[in-house]
């Protein structure tokens, strides 16, 4: 398979007042091209933090403060406003959660939608209009012609974020990046964008990466999944292997945390709450609340060890003797 | 004594003016909820969910129907005579933040509550404090500090406490895990677990997420557009959904299982303002014939406890 994206240690950090919040800390991963790759994580796990990143949209006291970001060959923190305005909607496309906020209230639904094509200069504006009609299409938005002379908020939030992902998908980006894209909308409208963005996979071909705090809309969708805890990697595997056979307490302790709707069980809580990430808790950030802790998980962090085949886990549990 | 209905609900209505239109956002709504149990009430935003735990704590004032509250008609009796029910009865709100005074210390925001009911003295209600904060599993030393101080999840627990201060016997739960972390809303969950089974809790349970509602109830309804369209024992609703609507709205939640959903449900919910002729469902039903259009249908007791308003439904029997 061939590599789209490949971090390697980064690290974001945030300049507060109180301190400095160290949002992701040593993250690393590859993504290859046609691949879905879900990040699973928690509130303050980093896991949007990591993917706004990728395409440089860091809030002002957010700062990449090591590691390198490749992206198609090209090397993302040394690229020119100019190159990386090139990246942005062009070969990376962004669906956020909340529809509402991303898109412009006075602007014409069929203005934005055509807006990528035009300002990346791809095509006419003619050509411009019949594409973001036919992709507005696509996405499942009845009677596109006539909806697109309409404002934002004449669409329902289901069908803003059809708009979203239209906008995301219309230069035919090599990687589309879904910010927890359903977790404003109801459940039904929930299991329609996730088969949208599936059709939508199908059909163009691209990478996928599905940032979501809940593990169970991944089982259909992604292929790999990263587990992320308080700004570090805590396991990654294929899909299957992390759902079926979880290696890391925190993805244990999750799983068992978690109601499912196919399954009667006893909850397990996990004790405690998330860590502060201005102080976080030395050694592996999870030992505070882990029911495996040791005494090496307090001093040190773990790296990753391998469990399986492309499976690995920050445990030091897995460490050979 | 389990059999005891505590809250029976009978054609409940409430239409909010927008404009010169209606919004019609309870129709004609009737369960019970026994004593020391659990009501699920599931529905998508906007379903009016919310508006019926509102209405049976007479927050608002319903435009019809009836609220009986252990036996007595509560629908129209004056504020006055309500105080004494209005202990019996809380509600614990999504968000803990906008829900606690932040300019009050939590033991006086607890505190509060014996003030307006005239309960125990000075030593007697700081005794309480203590004695609640300690329950839900906060440091009663923290007594005195401000809600601010708090994470997301212990707020929540403070609000828990407040709802049980005054040992009331039913508490209306809305949506009281959505603003919470995955990893702390099974505290939340085993919390009022164990409050239940302890005190004798009755809840009225409300939220969007079903496998929560699964395992928290004990009999469930299901609403659509302002109506119950479902409402039975959990077990029969989960093992033997009837509406259409229940069925997919069923089938849409994300299992770990991995089974993937057989119906997707096309369209979004209507306009409670100029709601469909016939059933609410109708524009959106895989399975609609042509009485759909034309007739409202009734919530129909189709087997022992297990109530639908479909006509298809109807019609199968």
């Known amino acids: 398979m061939e590599l789209l994206l490949s971090i390697e240690d980064l690290r974001v950090y945030f300049y507060r007042p109180e301190g400095v919040l160290k949002a992701v800390d040593g993250l690393s991963y590859r993504l290859y091209k046609g691949e879905v790759l879900g990040i699973v994580g928690e509130s303050g796990s980093g896991k949007s933090v990591s993917v706004l990143s990728i395409l440089r949209l860091l809030p002002a006291n957010g700062r ?7 992206f198609d060959g090209k090397d993302i923190l040394n690229l020119s406003r100019e190159e990386l305005r090139d990246l942005r909607g062009k070969d990376i496309g962004i669906v956020f959660q909340d529809p509402m906020s991303s898109l412009n209230p006075v602007i014409t639904i069929g203005q934005q939608v055509m807006e990528p094509l035009l300002w990346h200069n791809l095509c006419s504006r003619s050509e411009a209009y019949e594409r973001a009609k036919e992709m ?21 939030g289901g069908m803003r974020q059809r708009v979203m992902i239209a906008l995301a998908l219309i230069c035919r980006p090599k990687l589309l990046i879904a910010d927890e894209p359903t977790t404003s909308l109801d459940v039904t409208i929930q299991a329609q964008i996730i088969r949208l963005l599936k059709r939508m996979k199908e059909e163009f071909g691209m990478s996928v990466i599905l940032i979501t705090h809940n593990l169970a ?3 259909n969708f992604c292929d790999r999944l990263i587990i992320m805890y308080a700004g570090n990697m805590m396991e990654t595997g294929r899909t299957k292997d992390i759902l079926y056979n979880p290696s890391h307490p925190y993805t244990k302790s999750l799983l068992d945390a978690v109601p499912d709707i196919e399954v009667d069980k006893e909850l397990i809580p996990i004790p405690g709450t998330i860590p502060n990430l201005i102080d976080p808790p030395s050694g592996c950030r999870f030992h505070p609340r882990c029911p495996n802790t040791m005494d090496i998980c307090k001093e040190e962090a773990p790296p990753l060890f391998d469990i399986d085949t492309d499976h690995y886990s920050a445990c030091w549990l897995y460490r050979r003797a | 004594m389990k059999d005891r209905i505590l809250i029976s609900v009978r054609n409940l209505r409430k239409y909010f003016p927008r404009g ?21 009430l599931v529905g998508e935003s906007g379903c009016g969910k919310s508006t019926v735990a509102r209405l049976i704590l007479r927050l608002i004032n319903p435009d019809g129907g009836n609220i009986i509250f252990d036996g007595i008609d509560i629908t129209n009796i004056s504020e006055k005579a309500l105080k004494p029910f209005r202990r019996r009865m809380q509600i614990v709100f999504q968000d803990p933040v906008s829900s606690l005074n932040p300019q009050m210390t939590v033991g006086t925001i607890i505190k509060e509550q014996f003030a307006i009911h005239n309960m125990g003295s000075k030593q007697e209600r700081e005794k309480w404090v203590e004695e609640l904060l300690e329950r839900v599993g906060i440091d009663p030393n923290f007594k005195d500090a401000y809600p601010h101080e708090f994470s997301g999840g212990q707020q929540q627990r403070i609000c828990i406490a407040r709802a049980i201060a005054l040992k009331s016997e039913f508490i209306v739960c809305d949506e009281p895990l959505s603003a919470l972390d995955v990893s702390v809303q099974a505290q939340i969950i085993k919390l009022l677990e164990e409050l239940q089974r302890e005190l004798g809790l009755t809840y009225l349970f409300i939220s969007h997420d079903l496998a929560v509602v699964k395992h928290l109830s004990n009999s469930i309804a299901v609403m659509y557009l302002g109506k119950v ?5 959990k077990e029969e609703l989960f093992g033997n959904p009837l509406h259409p609507y229940t069925i997919t709205l069923l089938s849409s939640v994300p299992s770990l299982k991995g089974k993937e959903a057989d119906v997707e449900l096309k369209g979004e919910p209507p306009n409670p303002i100029n709601p469909p002729e016939g059933c609410p469902f109708n524009p959106r039903c895989p399975s609609k ?3 759909c259009e034309r007739e409202i249908p009734t919530l129909e007791e189709v087997s022992k406890g297990h109530f639908v308003a479909c006509h298809i439904v109807s019609d199968r029997r």
């Open chain 2, 229 to 233: 369209v479902e409402y039975a024992e």
């Open chain 1, 64 to 70: 990449i403060v090591s590691g390198s970001i490749i």
């Open chain 2, 20 to 40: 010169k239109a209606l919004v019609h956002a309870v129709e004609d709504v009737s369960f019970n909820i026994r004593k020391g149990e659990t009501l699920g």
């Open chain 2, 289 to 291: 014939v042509d009485i």
């Open chain 1, 217 to 219: 809309l991944t089982t």
């Open chain 1, 136 to 156: 507005l299409g696509l996405v499942g938005i009845p009677l596109p012609e006539e909806r697109m002379k309409e404002y934002p908020f004449q669409f329902s």
